[in-house]
């Protein structure tokens, strides 16, 4: 079977560009002739045929106002004037090649599969005037609209990520989306905790901006009693980084918080720490979890059936088990209180957070799902 992949980036061991590169391998392994067409990569050719298409960015410019209409304009052209042979079936993320490709292969299968929660709320993120704003919201909209409505199935990694779309462009019919569950390709052995050491708390941010809630992280740290025996360590990079790293330091106090900026490679992160804080707000991949969890290390997150939540926690983390869950911001700080002050229920959800990410998120388990998604569109389509 011929598998095309539309794709923002393949780089990396982290995020939606490492996701992609290794289902690529993994399907390529299987036997899988592949084709990818990529905003940012090297052409090449062999078992995975290559097509960078780089879309030049508005951003900045007297027009950059325009820019994602005008974006998603140069990447319908781009796509259709492309030289390339007819896939199968196509696993569409990258929103700019959508239309283009649709029209270039009418009759060819597609999953649509956005790597992040929503891609009007991908977008809003970015978005800097008013009308900047307007526009841009409204070509996402419309956009994702088109995507859901055309698109063979579109894929979703938790129900809230399904159900939060599906209520956001008013869609009641759940047969347009199919769930794959999580899977990690992390292989990991995990590391015994020192009982003596600080319980060093671990928060994972792919761009610090609100949603993800590293404020609350920082305020659950600064609320802890004097004396106790800890450390955060955030990871990543963005714009409100100052913000947080003034959120930190406003206390006074000297503290064990420690900004790391961005790394693609987050397993010495996951070896060093013994608890993941994870109290964003938009997270469907769950590929931060169950890395986490793969490396013996549990979670506490925010719980996902909150109201204004799109994460799959509640369909990862077994509450009590292979982690904890928090049913509001007062219940997240009073949790990373309770673990600091008595840390020893920490290894044994790790041990178990181990386990279940060894099986219920084994990553060939996940690429037989992809299989069977693709398969299945492939004989209906013919």
């Known amino acids: 079977m011929h598998i095309r992949f539309l794709t923002a980036r393949l780089n990396g061991t982290a995020g939606a560009g490492a996701y992609d590169s290794h289902l690529i391998e993994a399907l390529a392994a299987r036997g899988h002739r592949i084709s990818v067409i ?35 304009m140069r990447g319908r052209r ?115 905790r020192d ?8 928060l994972v941010a792919d761009g610090l901006h609100p949603s993800t809630r590293v404020d609350l992280a920082i305020r659950a740290a600064l609320s802890l009693p004097a004396g106790s025996r800890w450390e955060l360590h955030i990871v990543g990079d963005g714009d409100d980084r100052t913000i947080y790293e003034t959120q930190a330091a406003d206390d006074g106090r000297i ?30 991949m769950g590929l931060v979890l169950t890395g986490a969890m793969k490396h013996g290390l549990p979670v506490l997150a925010l719980d996902s059936r909150i109201k204004g939540l799109h994460t799959a926690s509640n369909e990862i983390i077994d509450n009590g088990e292979t982690g904890w869950l928090a049913d509001s911001d007062a219940a997240f700080i009073a949790g ?11 290894a044994a959800a790790g041990a178990r957070a181990h386990l279940v990410a060894s099986q219920r998120f084994a990553w060939p388990r996940h690429v037989d799902r992809w299989e069977e998604v693709l398969h299945e569109i492939v004989a209906r389509s013919r």
Do not use: N
């Open 38 to 72: 990529v905003r940012a990569g090297q052409g090449q050719d062999g078992p995975v045929a290559v097509y960078p298409l780089p879309v030049a960015s508005l951003a900045g410019g007297p027009l950059g106002k325009f820019d994602l209409p005008i974006s998603l």
């Open 78 to 192: 781009a796509v259709r004037r492309l030289s390339c042979p007819a896939p199968d079936v196509t696993i569409a993320s990258e929103h700019l090649f959508l239309r283009g490709h649709a029209a270039k292969f009418r009759r060819r299968p597609w999953v649509y599969f956005p790597h992040a929660f929503s891609y009007p709320d991908d977008v809003e993120q970015f978005t800097v005037s008013k009308l900047h704003h307007r526009l841009s919201m409204r070509a996402a909209r419309r956009l994702q609209r088109w995507a859901v409505a055309h698109a063979d199935t579109t894929v979703r990694l938790c129900r809230t990520s399904m159900e939060g779309i599906m209520e956001q462009l008013s869609i009641e019919d759940m047969g347009r989306f199919t769930l794959v569950t999580p899977g990690t390709w992390t292989e990991a052995t995990p590391s015994r």
């Open 195 to 202: 009982p003596s050491a600080p319980l060093r708390l671990l």
């Open 255 to 284: 503290l064990p918080i420690h900004f790391h900026g961005a790394h693609d490679d987050l397993s010495p992160f996951y070896g060093r720490c013994d608890l993941l804080l994870f109290p964003s707000r938009l997270e469907h």
């Open 336 to 346: 990373v209180h309770r673990l600091v002050a008595d840390p020893e229920p920490v």
